[in-house]
């Protein structure tokens, strides 16, 4: 049994999705994590895997368009010290390698919350290449989501949940920007985490937050996962979306749970039609450009803004 992750398991037995915290891992060496790395899983990912733009930007951009670098996914990498780029590679788990890390650290993650491994479905790997000075803006992300820094140094300021104050805020579809508005009113909400190589955050199921590069080039790993209470939740996100352009807006999940058990029902229903083409890539570029019409998940780039 592999052990990646140094801490007590008191420390997050209970906490995993409620409250941010702090461990330590030992990955910040790995060959997987090197920016030639990243460079060749860049180039060899499907491009629609593979989301990247300019880093010089505010921490709130809601609404605004977010530009790109012009640059290809290998050249932003091998010249990320310099172009004021940030990337996310989406999907990484598809990569044998990363896949078994990424099944390890889940594992481990679900023995020290005291709970099956297998409770922890969907699980999904991220790998986040930022240039100096980079900013990821202020957004969520509806999965249990732990990132794991590799290189470099990041400050990530963390707002709970609260802090969606709308519920459209939580509500997610194929053509919504993850971006929410940065509220000044829920500043003295928020908790902020200094990261270096070795130290991995737990970022809870639905909270918002932004990070702030350091001087140097940034890589981190992101790994995301569900249990039943975080997927069905995320399903009702879902189904309020597509209701609210249909013009019946919604409550936030949670205010009528009778209502949110039938859309999670629902969901899974059409999702078996669905999924299959969402995991085929011809059909999710050609659902892209003739459905969405080349809506992208944030705006200006053409993927989901997992931290």
Known sequence: MSTHIHTAPEKIEMKVGMSPFTLRHDLADSPLFTLEAMA???????RDKVDYNRADLPVDVHGLPVPGNGLSPAETVRSIRDNGSWMVLQGIEHAPAYRHLI?????????????????????????????????????????????LQMSGTKRMTILPAEACTTAEDLEISPSKSRYIEYRPAFTPLAQTFDLGPGDM????????????????????????????????????????????????????????????????????????????????QKARQFVKRHILRGAALTPGTTGPQPT
């Open 40 to 46: 060749d899983l860049a180039a060899d990912l499907p």
């Open 103 to 147: 099944d390890e650290l889940v594992d481990e993650i679900a023995r020290l919350a005291d709970v099956a491994p297998s409770s922890f479905t969907h699980r999904v790997g991220y790998g986040f290449v930022t240039s100096p000075g980079g900013v990821t803006p202020y957004h969520l992300d509806s999965e249990h989501n732990f990132l």
């Open 201 to 280: 955050l737990c970022v809870p199921f639905n909270d918002p937050h932004y990070v702030e590069n350091g001087d140097q080039v940034s890589i981190s790993m992101g790994i995301t996962f569900h249990d039943e209470a975080s997927l069905n939740q995320r399903k009702v996100q879902t189904v309020n979306h597509i209701m609210r352009r249909m013009g019946l807006p919604q409550p936030k999940p949670g205010v009528k749970p009778r209502a949110d058990k039938a859309k999670a029902a629902a969901y899974t229903a059409v999702n078996m039609v669905v999924d299959p083409v969402r995991k085929n």
